[in-house]
């Protein structure tokens, strides 16, 4: 590729020792040459409330700021009772408000997880795509990445294990790349 590309990621949970954070670490890590991934802090991001929509704390400021300025977003979700976590939501919630000025509407996106069962967020990416069909996101359809049995792939350290999933990431972040050209002059 000719160009470095910039994507803002977040995983959907505030857990210390949350598998889908340690995704998003070995994401960061295997990035191509011209692939940059910025993780996007959600600690300090409070649930979604209309009542803030025009005047919203600073880390909401933050997060859209920086969803704005990158060239897709990459969600990295957990599944809690068959779908998506309510951290993993309103992030989206934030991000597509107010209405006239969502942050989300026409964005590259990409999604991936992690879950301990083995199913590894089948269900919950599924509920993920149905939200592109009301924000008008663009979600890359191919590869997609499910991590099953999540509690054996990441050593103490949160250390990936898996050498196949190390060079899938890779390849990830490469379609990606070329997914976020096709929406770029
Ligand atoms: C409230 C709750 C609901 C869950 N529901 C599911 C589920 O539907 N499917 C699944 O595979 N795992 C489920 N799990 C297990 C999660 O996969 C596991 O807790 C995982 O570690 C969550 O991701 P994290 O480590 O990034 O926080 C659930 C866990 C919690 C706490």
Do not use: C
């Amino acid at each position: 590729m000719d160009r470095t590309f910039t994507f803002a990621a977040y995983a959907g949970s505030l857990r210390k020792r949350s598998y889908n954070r340690m995704l998003l670490n070995a994401l960061v890590k295997a990035a191509p040459q011209h692939v940059r991934v910025d993780v996007l802090e959600i600690a300090q991001v409070p649930l979604f409330n209309a009542d803030l929509e025009d005047d919203p704390p600073p880390a909401v400021t933050r997060l859209r700021d920086a969803i704005r300025a990158a060239d897709g977003l990459i969600i990295v979700t957990p599944e809690h009772n068959g779908t998506i976590p309510a951290a993993t939501k309103t992030v989206i919630e934030w991000a597509s408000r107010p209405s006239d000025d969502s942050v989300l509407e026409r964005k590259p996106a990409a999604m991936l997880g992690a879950s301990t069962g083995y199913y590894g967020t089948l269900r919950a990416q599924a509920a993920l795509r149905q939200i592109a069909t009301i924000e008008e996101v663009y979600f890359m359809v191919n590869p997609e990445i499910r991590v099953a049995r999540a509690q054996t792939k990441f050593d103490e350290r949160g250390e990936l294990l898996d050498e196949e999933l190390r060079t899938e990431l890779t390849e990830f972040l490469e379609a990606f790349a070329s997914w976020v050209r096709r929406f770029q002059p």
